[in-house]
């Protein structure tokens, strides 16, 4: 098929000579001549500079959730901003969107603004321990959070086989750069594993000031929390004096008005949030209990920042959380998130494909598999070159997952019966694609011509 992209190129070349791999973030490098250089956005559309339109489902990683652009958003900021965009004080927005997510979200007490969610993680994770007084901290394998030294470490980025023993993980640090002397305050262990959890807590709680977790897997699939899981920590944690620290940067707001911690029943003693609070504005939230977050002041625990709480993103957050708490925005991404798991299952099933769909249906993965996979080792051994290639297809036919299996779909409201439709089009014609090119020659036009 026809898929025109010679001036996207040349931008993708410019931008090359000014930016590291040409891009701002690793996430956004596809490898060398791919790539989509985005010119203009519009609900759940963007377009490259050669005028190919696609229906997105990266929206930023996730934080588009009603669509670029949305009218309601834009107009709340440049009312906002008119009348100044930062102070060295505190402003009217700040607590207005504070008292909706207090609202809004169980468990949350008090909350303090970021601007990112990597900051966000950053700032509990002292919040933790200056309340608890212990240093180190456990995390899951696959589970990111953010691009801080202090918790990259046995992400999704990491080669499964630098994990260690399943009984005793070693923390694989993501990236050069990181100091060893942070590698001994993070422990390492499979998510979803009961008994390595109950096992490590009781030999090292007197040291360990926070539990922090996805209760979805974002980066990796959108693999769920098994039933009793995420009651699991929470129960340790209270037995142990731990601090449990959810990271809803990626549920938040999008898998149920108040989240993960609404969708599953559990609260944590802090609580992470970014992304689609904002519609794709920058601005974060650390929240939690009035007891921990109370650790935090002057003479106590440091927070600040000098755009912490900006007019720009707290304007978006009042705009985008009014509307989410309305109801039917996450009513009509749950029906199109439905019917677009349906159809890709049916395609693939029909396909003779092995394979599981993960996750919700607001930010689902694909895995290529036998098992359903429950945490990141065993995901790794999903086929993800057959996922890049069906991917890469339905890129160039016009619908945008990541074409890294690592990445779950993200729906926006904005996304239409349409869109829908057109993408599951798309979708099954992307498989026929790359399975007859796996075929020989006669087979292979044989199945295309189907």
């Known amino acids: 098929m026809s898929h025109i992209t010679e001036k996207t190129n040349a931008f993708l070349e410019r931008a090359h000579k000014v930016m590291p791999f040409g891009v701002t973030s690793n996430f956004r490098w596809w490898g060398k001549g791919e790539g989509i250089g985005v ?16 229906i997105d489902y990266r929206i930023g990683f996730g934080p588009v959730i009603l669509g670029h652009g949305h009218p309601a958003v834009v107009e709340r900021v440049s009312q906002a901003i008119k009348n100044g965009t930062v102070f060295a004080f505190t402003h009217e927005l700040e607590v207005k969107v504070a008292e909706r997510i207090v609202q809004m979200c169980p468990g949350v007490d008090m909350i303090r603004f970021a601007n ?5 993680t950053m700032h509990s994770l002292r919040i933790a321990r200056s309340h608890t007084g212990r240093e180190k901290i456990i995390k899951f394998e696959g589970n990111y959070h953010g691009m801080h030294d202090y918790l990259l470490f046995s992400t999704a980025s990491s080669p499964a086989g630098a994990l260690g023993h399943r009984r005793n993980p070693i923390p694989s640090p993501t990236t050069s750069g990181i100091p060893k002397a942070l590698h001994s305050l993070v422990i390492t262990l499979p998510y979803n594993d009961f008994e390595a959890l109950e096992r490590t807590v009781r030999q090292a709680w007197g040291d360990v000031a ?3 977790v996805e ?21 340790l944690c209270d037995e142990y004096g731990i601090v449990m620290i959810m990271d809803e940067v990626k549920t938040g707001f999008r898998v149920a008005p108040g989240g993960a911690q609404e969708l599953f029943g559990v609260t944590a003693d802090l609580v992470t949030y970014a992304k689609a609070m904002g519609n794709g504005f920058p601005i974060a939230v650390i929240g939690g209990k009035r007891e921990v977050m109370n650790s935090v002041g002057p003479g106590r625990t ?15 957050a009042d705009a985008t959380l009014e509307i989410i708490a309305q109801g039917h925005v996450l009513k009509t991404i749950e029906a199109r998130g439905k019917a677009l798991m349906k159809g890709i299952h049916g395609i693939l099933t029909d396909a003779d494909i092995t394979h599981h769909i993960l996750g919700v249906p607001s930010m689902f993965g694909i895995a290529f598999c036998e098992e359903e996979p429950t945490d990141y080792r065993s995901w790794s051994k999903a086929d993800s070159d057959l996922y890049e290639r069906i991917a890469m297809a339905l890129v160039h036919r016009g619908a945008v997952p990541d074409p890294d299996g690592r990445e779950p779909w993200f729906l926006c409201a904005a996304l239409s019966e349409k869109d829908v439709d057109d993408t599951l089009n798309y979708f099954e014609d992307a498989v026929k694609e790359v399975m007859a090119a796996q075929k020989p020659a006669g087979e292979a036009r044989e199945a ?3």
């Open 39 to 54: 010119a203009r956005a519009e609900g759940a559309y963007i377009w490259d500079f050669d005028g190919n339109r696609y």
């Open 210 to 212: 926070a539990i922090i």
């Open 215 to 235: 209760p979805i897997m974002g980066n990796t699939a959108a693999i769920m929390p098994q039933p009793g899981w995420l009651q699991h920590i929470r129960k």
């Open 116 to 120: 990112s969610g990597a900051e966000a």
């Open 448 to 450: 295309l011509s189907k």
């Open 302 to 316: 440091a927070h600040g920042g000098t755009y912490c709480g900006n007019v720009v993103g707290t304007a978006a």
